[in-house]
């Protein structure tokens, strides 16, 4: 079992900042392809990014590459997306989750663990 929880969410402008951040504890983090998705209102759910268990390759969605980058450190346990230029359409609740895997997967349900997630709002 592997708990995560989701942090760094809030308002912000268009063409603004946020980092999330995504801290699990349980099982060995080192273990895990971490993910982003994403669940914009009225939309369904979305990959965002992901990276692998030693950080040697990250992928992420055509919407956000270019401004968003996935990073872990498996000292802290912790798995972080930076958005930059953030746009309105990025506007939605992000959830971390977990994939016992061992490829990046953009499909959500590859993913056995799940955080509360956090919302972002990017007002125009």
């Known amino acids: 079992q592997v708990q995560l929880v989701e942090s760094g969410g809030g308002l912000v402008q268009a063409g603004g900042s946020l980092r999330l951040s995504c801290a699990a504890s349980?099982?060995?983090?080192?273990?895990?392809?971490m993910g982003w998705f994403r669940q914009p209102p009225g939309k369904e759910r979305e990959f965002v990014a992901a990276i692998t268990r030693s950080s040697s390759s990250t992928y992420y969605a055509d919407s956000v590459k270019g401004r968003c980058t996935i990073s872990r450190d498996n000292a802290k346990n912790t798995v972080y997306l930076q958005m930059n230029s953030l746009k309105p359409e990025d506007t939605a609740v992000y959830y971390c989750?977990?994939?016992?895997?061992?490829?990046?997967?953009?499909?959500?349900?590859?993913?056995?663990?799940w955080g509360q997630g956090t919302q972002v709002t990017v007002s125009s």
């Open positions: 349980g099982r060995t983090f080192s273990n895990y392809v």
């Open positions: 989750a977990a994939d016992l895997g061992n490829r990046i997967s953009t499909w959500h349900a590859s993913y056995e663990y």
